[in-house]
């Protein structure tokens, strides 16, 4: 089974197979149907995000996903960094067959591409790549090697917020494993918002959770983890922006070290 890039449709479904199950044949592989308010336009989705940020506020994070579930069916995903597997075990739960988002940037570490490959082979999701219009030899060609470098605000916005832009396009609602604990950037991050540059609604599930919650959560359902998590690295992104924490550090200080840039720009 492979995962499949946002230039190259049809999206193939990757499924976990239960011990002792049957191979799932491929109309169990199908893509999961749209929702009652799939299709909604702009207004009545930000409407949506208001009623339910109120509602679902101090919920656990399996009734958040379960509300976008039941609203959004196929036309709701989740992102995934591949550092852990938590939002996307409880969305695979409660909506086995759920698209798994993940931006392959092409500076990834090789755990964090085996992470992928593991999830791939393992989890009842499916995955599906956004990946940047040029690679990065095509980049280097056209704006310079190392624009992480010389510009990382630019090339975030290349490599990560355009290709993730474009692939909401085909959605109304998706899940990030984004936490209030992890940044002051993210203190206030609220359970559900309309985010109106993708115009789609923008949920937080785990938002509430504080980093021994995720320990908790990884150890007693034996969730994937990036073993880079075990070496140093709390937060994993591109391998030129990434460097190892030690002991006392604020988990977000290995990325873009020495710089004052804290985000991506993927949860403005």
């Known amino acids: 089974m ?27 592989r199908r893509q999961l149907p749209g929702g009652p308010e799939s299709g909604a336009d702009a207004d009545r989705l930000k409407a949506m995000a208001r009623s ?5 506020e101090g919920r656990i994070a399996h009734d958040i996903i379960r509300w976008a579930a039941d609203s959004f069916g196929g036309t709701f995903c989740v ?40 999830v791939v082979a393992t989890m009842d ?24 470098d010389r510009n990382p605000e630019l090339c975030c916005q290349l490599r990560k917020v355009a290709p993730l ?12 494993g984004v936490r209030r604990v992890e940044s002051s950037t993210r203190a206030l991050t609220p359970v559900v918002r ?7 609604i923008k949920l937080a599930p785990l938002a509430s959770w504080t980093d021994d919650d995720v320990t908790d959560y990884v150890r007693e359902h034996g969730v994937l983890s990036n073993p880079l998590l075990e070496e140093g ?36």
């Open 233 to 268: 690295y709390p937060s994993i992104g591109c391998i030129p922006c990434t460097s190892r924490v030690t002991d006392g550090e604020d988990v977000r200080s290995g990325r873009w070290a020495g710089r004052s840039k804290i985000e991506c720009g993927l949860h403005r």
């Open 194 to 200: 309309f985010d109106a540059a993708n115009r789609v």
């Open 52 to 56: 339910a940020n109120d509602q679902l």
């Open 2 to 28: 492979t995962a499949v890039a946002v230039s190259e449709p049809p999206l193939v479904g990757l499924t976990r197979r239960p011990t002792g199950a049957a191979r799932p044949t491929a109309t169990a």
């Open 125 to 148: 999701v499916r995955v599906v790549e956004a990946r940047p219009t040029q690679t990065v030899a095509e980049q280097d060609a056209t704006l310079g090697a190392r624009l992480h």
């Open 165 to 176: 832009s474009r692939m909401l396009a085909g959605y109304d609602a998706y899940a990030t």
């Open 79 to 118: 992102t995934s960094s591949m550092q852990d597997l938590v939002l996307a075990d409880i969305a695979a739960s409660v909506a086995p067959g759920v698209d798994v988002v993940f931006l392959d940037t092409g500076y990834h570490f090789a755990e964090t591409l085996g992470t992928r490959n593991a």
